[in-house]
Nanobody, 115 residues
């Protein structure tokens, strides 16, 4: 059973930064792609970034500029660097891994942006 474990969430002031981590129980190469999603209270889950085995990460237009997704293959870990955070970035952030044998989710990590 694949497990994804997120960490790095917390409370940050507007304008601050956080880096989220997601470590997989297996090899990161077993997945076609991995992504970060977020879900704010009362809103639908939305894609923040997605990274593939090769090439550059993909960001929806609304997420370009302040979020950077990266991967460390040796550590089976993907990261989401979040800068210039705004109160509207407050949400539970989920790690996702998509492979030929399934679609997997982490338990989520809370990010709260507030003064």
């Amino acid at each position: 059973q694949v497990q994804l474990v997120e960490s790095g969430g917390g409370l940050v002031q507007p304008g601050g930064s956080l880096r989220l981590s997601c470590t997989t129980s297996g090899s990161i190469f077993s997945f076609t792609n991995m992504g970060w999603y977020r879900q704010a209270p009362g809103k639908q889950r939305e894609l923040v970034a997605r990274i593939f085995k090769i090439g550059s990460p993909y960001y929806p237009d609304s997420m370009k500029g302040r979020f950077t997704m990266s991967r460390d293959n040796a550590k089976n870990t993907v990261y989401l660097q979040m800068n210039s955070l705004k109160p509207e970035d407050t949400a539970v952030y989920y790690c996702n891994a998509f492979g030929t044998d399934g679609d997997y989710w982490g338990q989520g990590t809370q990010v709260t942006v507030s003064s």
